[in-house]
């Protein structure tokens, strides 16, 4: 097989790196400045673990390559430029097979109208790429958990197995499941965090106010996928599965500035991921008439963080509060 990581940044440059430092054919799909370095300079990509500069082919679209029967393309790239990505690679490769590794559970569905063979992948891996050219991963011994499923749901078939077994000969623990969206939907529960943390920072013992709203974005999460009687995996289910395999540590010489949407809102891309975060919540609770202020405030501010360049972390919790109360 041959992964043609569409989107190589933290997640899909940690999984094509992985892959072929572990002696996976691999092509890293990029754009721009981050395109151009991978090409000059190659993937520096550091971990606990250290330092590696895995050789990977680099492309810019399906235009530089020859498709193979073999090829399995992995999309890694924030929802909101995942219908971009689909509109370009389909008219070549539908007849593929295309994982979502992604977080939010609306891409497989997305990729599905224009590709007959999806997956889903549930991603655990925390990682960060703010310069071309370099993505860190923050978790050790192993990389990352990566659930991966059929979609629609079901057994798992030979592809998926087959995909399964270079990511565990990569550095991951890759459960194959046939319920992928469960761990999807918990997954999603966690990352409505990521626009709290954009736009209000982490929590601290120097600030229990915004604790306790983390606590409340979460609540309003659980409580919407419960009305609409959305199963999610409990958070010791998860934990356990992680157990001592995947801990959090540091890189020596990176500084861990935040999630994903968080990177995003420091790289200046003008967009953010929220609407398919707290914004699946928020389409959600008004489909089941739950209420839903928090998550509803926080799409409103991380779009306008995103929109006006705004400094991640500058809004009180007070002014988030007060916004959720005005709508
Ligand atoms: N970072 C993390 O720790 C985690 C992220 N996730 C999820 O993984 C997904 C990817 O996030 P992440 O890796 O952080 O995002 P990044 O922004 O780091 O990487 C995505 C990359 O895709 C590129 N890209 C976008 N559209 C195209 C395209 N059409 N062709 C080629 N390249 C393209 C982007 O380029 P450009 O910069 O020019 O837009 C960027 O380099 C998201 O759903 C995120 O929520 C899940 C778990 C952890
Ligand atoms: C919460 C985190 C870091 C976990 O991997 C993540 O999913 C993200 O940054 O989007």
Redesign the pocket.
């Known amino acids: 097989m041959r992964y043609i990581i569409?989107?190589?940044?933290?997640?899909?440059?940690a999984i094509g790196g992985r892959l072929a430092e572990a002696g996976r054919e691999v092509v890293l799909?990029?754009?721009?400045a981050?395109a151009a370095a991978l090409r000059e300079g190659g993937l520096r990509l550091m971990s606990p673990g250290g330092v590696a500069k895995p050789t990977v082919p680099v492309a810019?679209?399906p235009q530089d390559l020859e498709l193979r029967p073999d090829d399995v393309l992995i999309l890694?790239?924030?929802?909101q430029?995942t219908v971009?990505?689909l509109e370009?690679w389909a008219p070549y490769a539908s007849h593929l097979p295309l994982l979502c590794?992604?977080?939010?559970v609306k891409?497989e569905e997305l990729a599905l109208r224009r590709f007959a063979r999806v997956y889903g992948v549930c991603?655990?891996?925390?990682?960060?790429?703010l310069e071309p050219g370099r993505v860190t991963t923050f978790a050790a011994p192993l990389t990352g958990m990566l659930h991966l499923g059929t979609y629609p749901e079901g057994p798992p078939d030979r592809t998926i197995r087959e995909i399964a077994a270079d990511l565990e000969d990569s550095g991951f623990l890759a459960p194959v499941v046939p319920d992928v969206l469960r761990w999807k939907y918990a997954k999603l529960v966690t990352?409505l965090a990521?626009a709290l943390e954009a736009v209000c920072g982490q929590a601290g013992p120097h600030n229990p106010q915004l604790g306790e709203l983390y606590g409340q974005v979460f609540a309003e999460g659980a409580t919407v996928l419960g009305a609409a009687g959305i199963p999610f995996a409990s958070e010791a289910e998860q934990a356990e599965l992680r157990g001592d395999r995947l801990k959090l540590r540091r890189v020596p010489g990176v500084r861990q500035v935040g999630?994903?949407?968080s990177?995003?809102l420091l790289?200046g891309?003008g967009s953010i991921?929220t609407d398919y975060?707290n914004g699946e919540i928020v389409l959600l609770g008004r489909l089941h008439r739950v209420p839903t202020p928090l998550n509803a405030a926080l799409q409103r501010a991380a779009n306008t963080f995103a929109r006006e360049g705004r400094e991640p972390g500058t809004m009180s919790p007070a002014e988030l509060k007060d916004l959720a109360a005005s709508l």
Do not use: C, F, M
């Not at 799909?29 to 721009?32: M, S, T």
């Not at 890694?76 to 929802?79: E, F, G, R, S």
């Not at 590794?101 to 939010?104: D, M």
């Open positions: 569409i989107g190589a940044g933290a997640v899909g440059g799909v990029a754009r721009g981050h810019e679209g890694a790239v924030k929802t430029d971009a990505a370009t590794a992604q977080n939010g891409n991603v655990w891996l925390p990682a960060q790429h990352n990521n999630g994903s949407s990177q995003s790289r891309k991921e975060l």
